[in-house]
T-cell receptor, first 117, second 114 residues
Framework: DTGVSQNPRHKITKRGQNVTFRCDPI?????LYWYRQTLGQGPEFLTY????????KSRLLSDRFSAERPKGSFSTLEIQRTEQGDSAMYLC???????????????FGPGTRLTVL | AQTVTQSQPEMSVQEAETVTLSCTYD???????LFWYKQPPSRQMILVIR??????QNATENRFSVNFQKAAKSFSLKISDSQLGDAAMYFC???????????FGKGTKLTVNP
């Protein structure tokens, strides 16, 4: 399978613990995105990378959240001191920037479902 | 800020029938894209269809078509000959030209009855 993969698929943690999620994009894709989806809502943009550079961050990405893409391939999203309000599905997507189109389709992974007890 | 509204939390359709899902959006931009994504239960989201705002012709992809009313800022999805595999959450999304940030609606849960 050459699609976007995310690990773990499910994570249960206690309030106050730190968690880290990983996203592996489609291999030739240079852009990578993180979204958060809470119950009954559509995904909300968190941040995106072009190669290893983080180019945009949402106000939703509080100081407890940090995302990295150190070598321009996989990315990690870390949440420190988790809170119950962090419970959500965290989606990763990737796209290939280039060509004549101003639009680059984002391909989504299956997500990591976080439950904070 | 751009917003996307899906006013139908749930819809149902009989197999082989046609169903239309509604979406409205708010923007002051002229260069943008609109999408419908499908999210099956416990599976990843996939793109169903997209529409460039500058194109007057409505997009079609096999059994899926859109009714894009730019002046009314309306973007509905029509699914013809509904199949059991069409059952999923459907999200309408907006992307401003040159931006990377998709803005999603809250979704419509589609049930297909055999």
């Amino acid at each position: 399978d050459t699609g976007v993969s995310q690990n773990p698929r499910h994570k249960i943690t206690k309030r106050g613990q730190n968690v880290t999620f990983r996203c592996d994009p489609i291999s030739e894709h240079n852009r990578l995105y993180w979204y958060r989806q809470t119950l009954g809502q559509g995904p909300e943009f968190l941040t995106y990378f072009q190669n290893e550079a983080q180019l945009e961050k949402s106000r939703l990405l509080s100081d407890r959240f940090s995302a990295e893409r150190p070598k321009g391939s996989f990315s990690t999203l870390e949440i420190q001191r988790t809170e119950q309000g962090d419970s959500a599905m965290y989606l990763c997507a990737s796209s290939m920037r280039g060509g004549l189109s101003s639009y680059n389709e984002q391909f989504f992974g299956p997500g990591t479902r976080l439950t904070v007890l | 800020a751009q917003t996307v509204t899906q006013s139908q939390p749930e819809m149902s359709v009989q197999e082989a029938e046609t169903v239309t899902l509604s979406c409205t959006y708010d923007t002051s931009e002229s260069d943008y894209y609109l999408f419908w994504y499908k999210q099956p239960p416990s599976r990843q989201m996939i793109l169903v269809i997209r529409q460039e705002a500058y194109k007057q012709q409505n997009a079609t992809e096999n059994r899926f078509s859109v009714n894009f009313q730019k002046a009314a800022k309306s973007f509905s999805l029509k699914i013809s000959d509904s199949q059991l595999g069409d059952a999923a959450m459907y999200f309408c999304a907006y992307l401003e030209g040159g931006s990377e940030k998709l803005v999603f609606g809250k979704g419509t849960k589609l049930t297909v009855n055999p």
